[in-house]
């Protein structure tokens, strides 16, 4: 089975710190995503990647950044933690849709607090 | 641009009865079309998909759905409810040429005994 890991399950910052959210995937997929999720707002695109060095803006992508070094790794950076940053994120990998196994693989999910 | 409405945000159903949960999408073309189950704290399983073919599809934990063009529609379906089932379910929409999917806002199941 594919496996989407993220690094944290909870994490707790102070405003103002830089924060790194990693996620690893294990099965050669093309395509990552950040997303973050709340309460009434569903999922939000933060920032996705289709190849290594790629990277394209979501919907929200103000206050983040994205690093992908290696294909199977995704990182999103918050440069300044904020309090409006307080969520639940979710990494997501997935093959190219023209993949009969396309489909997004969903990791557990960082709920970080910014206090 | 593709669009995917959840109508219903909260259901209640009683154990042991039948569900369906709504979606409709917006999209030119023949979508790819997926369900996601979430448990409180998790990320998103997969239930099931449809691409092509037979537009009645099985997924798992006895889920189905079933993609009517003419309606735009992809409900999810599942005969008898388990408290199990309780969670929050997600349509999405994606397209062939293109790398994202585009969700809906969800539906919040509560199963009552």
């Known amino acids: 089975d594919v496996k989407v890991t993220q690094s944290s399950r909870y994490l707790v910052k102070r405003t103002g710190e830089k924060v790194f959210l990693e996620c690893v995937q294990d099965?050669?997929?093309?395509?990552m995503f950040w997303y973050r999720q709340d309460p009434g707002l569903g999922l939000r695109l933060i920032y996705f990647?289709?190849?290594?060095?790629?990277?394209e803006k979501g919907d929200i992508p103000e206050g983040y950044s994205v690093s992908r070094e290696k294909k199977e790794r995704f990182s999103l950076i918050l440069e300044s933690a904020s309090t409006n940053q307080t969520s639940m994120y979710l990494c997501?990998?997935?093959?190219?849709?023209?993949?009969?196994?396309?489909?997004?693989?969903f990791g557990s999910g960082t709920r970080l607090t910014v206090v | 641009a593709q669009s995917v409405t959840q109508p219903d945000i909260h259901i209640t159903v009683s154990e042991g009865a039948s569900l369906e949960l709504r979606c409709n999408y917006s999209?030119?073309?023949?979508?790819?079309l997926f369900w996601y189950v979430q448990s409180p704290g998790q990320g998103l399983q997969l239930l099931l998909k449809?691409?092509?073919?037979?537009?009645l599809v099985q997924g798992i934990k006895g889920f189905e759905a079933e993609f009517k063009r003419s309606q735009s529609s992809f409900n999810l379906r599942k005969p008898s409810v388990h408290w199990s089932d309780a969670a929050e379910y997600f349509c999405a929409v994606g397209m062939e040429y293109g790398n994202k999917l585009v969700f809906g806002a969800g539906t919040i199941l509560r199963v009552k005994s």
């Open positions: 990647s289709y190849d290594v060095k790629m990277k």
């Open positions: 997501a990998s997935s093959f190219s849709p023209r993949d009969t196994n396309y489909g997004y693989t």
């Open positions: 449809y691409f092509s073919g037979d537009t």
């Open positions: 099965m050669d997929h093309e395509n």
């Open positions: 999209y030119g073309a023949t979508p790819y």
